[in-house]
């Protein structure tokens, strides 16, 4: 009965976004319910229920080639639409692979063209190098969701112009402080893969000041530390 009801929902969210985007405006609703519907509070994707609703999923995604920001919007807006649209990518090639036990096992996922937009195909490492970290917002790192256990959690909301800066702000001290990603405590320091990834990202490489902005336990300058090892199995919802 729940998922009659949202799928509902998603229906009429369809309707609606194709008259939104007539009128020039970016348009996550369907997204957003899908994301609602198939993803838990702490992240976990129930990839099947991505699965049964992939006729719906299908045509947000197409809409996304069709209906994107140019130079005259808000900032805000793009780093909505690239965000989402970067995480969408990754929920696609899962659920048109699954069942897989990561998304390291497909084949060259990362540089993969994935979309066509304005006549420019895109990959993951496209969007996320040559447009996302050129707008130079170190926290898209903690938005961006690529199903693996080690990853950011992917959130069951999608990002809006109207939610994205409280958005950052939120998923990055999550992020942070969540002790399955980052140890910190007063005789231990291990960090996520993330901030050795992207460590110039990060206050120009000082990632200690950086993760003392939102870490709740602070860490002393010049402390030594370690990265965790990465975990790349899928995320997913028993």
Known sequence: MKRIYFLMIVIVSCVCANVYAQNNHIDHMVWDQLLLLNVSNDG?????????????FDEYFKSLSTNYPDENYEETEKLAY?????????????????????????????KKKSITINDVQYSLDDIE??????????????LLNCAATSSPKLWNRAYTKRNITKALEERTIDYIND???NLITQNKIKL???????????????????????SKEKIRPKSSFE???????LHERE
């Open 44 to 56: 976990k994707v129930d990839y099947k229920g991505f699965i049964r609703d992939k006729f719906l």
């Open 82 to 110: 690239w965000i989402n649209l970067y995480n969408a990518i990754v929920m696609k090639m899962i659920i048109d692979h699954y069942p897989v036990k990561s998304i390291n096992d497909l084949e060259n996922p990362w």
């Open 129 to 142: 190098h040559t447009i996302l970290r050129k707008m130079d917002e170190p926290r898209i790192h903690f």
């Open 179 to 181: 002790p399955t990603k």
């Open 192 to 214: 996520s893969k993330v901030f050795e990834w992207y460590a110039k990202d990060f206050d120009s490489g000082d990632v200690i000041s950086y993760i003392n902005k939102y």
């Open 227 to 233: 990265f965790l090892e990465y975990d790349w199995s």
